[in-house]
């Protein structure tokens, strides 16, 4: 899986490259690495309680951003993004037994959270030109969402498109050259509940490379 | 909630392996953890009929665990082991403890008869299979490495297949209402099933009576509408 993780990765970085290359110069294309937490915050329309409550170190994606003229507050653009949150939960704790209405399963429970956010994104930058930048951002798109709990030798999974929504707030820091910035932040990636499965919510934490 | 219940599906044939390998190649679904001890493979599921309990007071029970393929000539006994009747006493016992903690009295099954029926029966069985499963895979990315050493091992990966094999225990409580079956038409309506299964460790070695244990207590603690105090 790392091989794959790697070489997805590395074709990304490849693709941005070579498409920054070829594109005008006003296309932005970064790289980010990504943290998530889910978020159990009112709308979830699934269950109160948070299908993985650990933080999750896993996620990268892709992003760009067209800025239509020099010195512009605003762009538009598109990010792919895969976000992996995991638990484990032992036997005898509280989270390990799923209860139907006339059955119940108990067992060590490994959870996976797999999102592939496929996202438009149109921001507006706050400083000048060349400096910091703050921005507030809002991503619209599809969630391609797969949960899978592994209990004992058995899997239940289910999976779904979600359509949804990120508001995001960040900053754009430039690395001494005007073509190279580093980029961080904040997204609350919201999807909405789709094929049965209800509202699907975490928080990202991204840090990235861009440059045009 | 019921699209998971269907969605309940074992995943031991290979259909459901090449399927989860197939999404894990297409979308690059990612699982990392895994399980480190046989007993975390535990689980104990507990169904009921859900009729009301209260009306029962008394049970009886077999004073033997039933080896459900001993004697059998079911195909899904083909690749059964022999089961360790040793601790049969202690299971029954603490079963029995339980049943008494929930306020069913119980009644010896040599003074059962048409004319002395338990309000219901306590049927326990056990059973130990030897299972295996095969997974192919197809990786994308291969051998050969990635940047900068991708170089001519960069493509498709050839198949590879991984073969599973474990024993796997199975101890279940059957609980019969004898009013609610039709035994002419061989219908026995289930009011309440736990099952409890685990990878066994070394099939011919000693039983994990902690496993065994916890289990029973697992079952007994999520079946609260059992308790008829």
């Given at each position: 899986m790392m091989k794959a993780i790697k070489g997805i990765i590395?074709?990304?970085?490849?693709?941005?490259?070579?498409?920054?290359?070829?594109?005008?110069?006003?296309?932005?294309?970064?790289?980010?690495?990504?943290?998530?937490?889910?978020?159990?915050?009112?709308?979830?329309?699934?269950?109160?309680?948070?299908?993985?409550?650990?933080?999750?170190?896993?996620?990268?994606?892709?992003?760009?951003?067209?800025?239509?003229e020099r010195g512009a507050k605003y762009s538009f653009g598109f990010n792919a993004n895969w976000n992996v949150l995991n638990e484990k939960s032992d036997f005898g704790t509280e989270r390990n037994t799923i209860s139907l209405p006339t059955a119940d399963i108990t067992g060590t429970q490994l959870r996976y959270f797999n999102s592939i956010p496929l996202l438009?994104?149109?921001?507006?930058?706050?400083?000048?030109?060349?400096g910091i930048r703050p921005y507030l951002g809002l991503n619209a798109g599809t969630y391609y969402i797969e949960r899978r709990v592994d209990i004992g030798v058995s899997a239940l999974v289910d999976d779904a498109w979600h359509f949804g929504w990120a508001p995001e707030a960040g900053i754009v820091v430039p690395l001494g050259r005007p073509e190279v910035a580093m980029l961080f932040n904040v997204r609350y990636n919201w999807a909405f509940s789709s094929g049965g499965t209800g509202d699907q919510k975490y928080w990202g934490f991204n840090i990235g490379v861009s440059y045009r | 909630m019921q699209k998971w219940f269907e969605g309940l599906h074992p995943l031991i044939g290979p259909g459901t392996g090449l399927a989860a390998a197939a999404l894990v190649v297409a979308l690059g679904a990612c699982y990392p953890g895994d399980i480190s001890s046989v007993d975390e493979t535990d689980v104990v599921l507990t169904v009921h009929s859900g009729n009301d309990f209260s009306a029962y007071n008394t049970y009886a029970m077999p004073d033997t665990v039933v080896d459900v393929c001993e004697n059998a000539d079911d195909p899904e006994c083909d690749n059964a082991l022999d089961v360790d009747h040793s601790y049969d006493s202690e299971i029954l016992a603490q079963i029995a403890a339980r049943m008494q903690g929930y306020g069913y009295q119980r009644v010896p099954i040599d003074e059962v008869d048409e004319n002395n029926l338990p309000d219901v029966f306590l049927i326990v069985t056990v059973s130990a299979t030897r299972r295996s499963t095969a997974t192919v895979w197809w990786p994308w990315w291969g051998w050969g490495g990635w940047w900068p050493g991708w170089g001519p091992g960069w493509g498709p990966g050839y198949p590879a297949v991984s073969v599973t094999q474990w024993d796997q225990g199975t101890l279940e409580m059957t609980m019969i209402d004898p009013a609610d079956t039709d035994p002419e038409n061989q219908i026995f309506n289930v009011q309440w099933d736990a099952t409890l299964s685990g990878v066994l460790s070394q099939a011919s070695g000693p039983i994990d009576t902690n496993r065994i244990d916890r289990g029973i207590q697992q079952a007994f603690d999520q079946s609260s509408y059992l308790n008829t105090n």
């Amino acid at each position: 899986m790392m091989k794959a993780i790697k070489g997805i990765i590395a074709s990304l970085v490849l693709i941005a490259v070579f498409s920054g290359e070829a594109q005008a110069q006003d296309w932005w294309w970064g790289i980010t690495y990504q943290m998530s937490a889910a978020s159990s915050l009112p709308g979830n329309s699934d269950s109160s309680v948070n299908f993985i409550e650990d933080f999750s170190f896993r996620g990268f994606g892709i992003d760009a951003r067209y800025v239509p003229e020099r010195g512009a507050k605003y762009s538009f653009g598109f990010n792919a993004n895969w976000n992996v949150l995991n638990e484990k939960s032992d036997f005898g704790t509280e989270r390990n037994t799923i209860s139907l209405p006339t059955a119940d399963i108990t067992g060590t429970q490994l959870r996976y959270f797999n999102s592939i956010p496929l996202l438009a994104n149109a921001s507006y930058y706050f400083g000048e030109r060349g400096g910091i930048r703050p921005y507030l951002g809002l991503n619209a798109g599809t969630y391609y969402i797969e949960r899978r709990v592994d209990i004992g030798v058995s899997a239940l999974v289910d999976d779904a498109w979600h359509f949804g929504w990120a508001p995001e707030a960040g900053i754009v820091v430039p690395l001494g050259r005007p073509e190279v910035a580093m980029l961080f932040n904040v997204r609350y990636n919201w999807a909405f509940s789709s094929g049965g499965t209800g509202d699907q919510k975490y928080w990202g934490f991204n840090i990235g490379v861009s440059y045009r | 909630m019921q699209k998971w219940f269907e969605g309940l599906h074992p995943l031991i044939g290979p259909g459901t392996g090449l399927a989860a390998a197939a999404l894990v190649v297409a979308l690059g679904a990612c699982y990392p953890g895994d399980i480190s001890s046989v007993d975390e493979t535990d689980v104990v599921l507990t169904v009921h009929s859900g009729n009301d309990f209260s009306a029962y007071n008394t049970y009886a029970m077999p004073d033997t665990v039933v080896d459900v393929c001993e004697n059998a000539d079911d195909p899904e006994c083909d690749n059964a082991l022999d089961v360790d009747h040793s601790y049969d006493s202690e299971i029954l016992a603490q079963i029995a403890a339980r049943m008494q903690g929930y306020g069913y009295q119980r009644v010896p099954i040599d003074e059962v008869d048409e004319n002395n029926l338990p309000d219901v029966f306590l049927i326990v069985t056990v059973s130990a299979t030897r299972r295996s499963t095969a997974t192919v895979w197809w990786p994308w990315w291969g051998w050969g490495g990635w940047w900068p050493g991708w170089g001519p091992g960069w493509g498709p990966g050839y198949p590879a297949v991984s073969v599973t094999q474990w024993d796997q225990g199975t101890l279940e409580m059957t609980m019969i209402d004898p009013a609610d079956t039709d035994p002419e038409n061989q219908i026995f309506n289930v009011q309440w099933d736990a099952t409890l299964s685990g990878v066994l460790s070394q099939a011919s070695g000693p039983i994990d009576t902690n496993r065994i244990d916890r289990g029973i207590q697992q079952a007994f603690d999520q079946s609260s509408y059992l308790n008829t105090n």
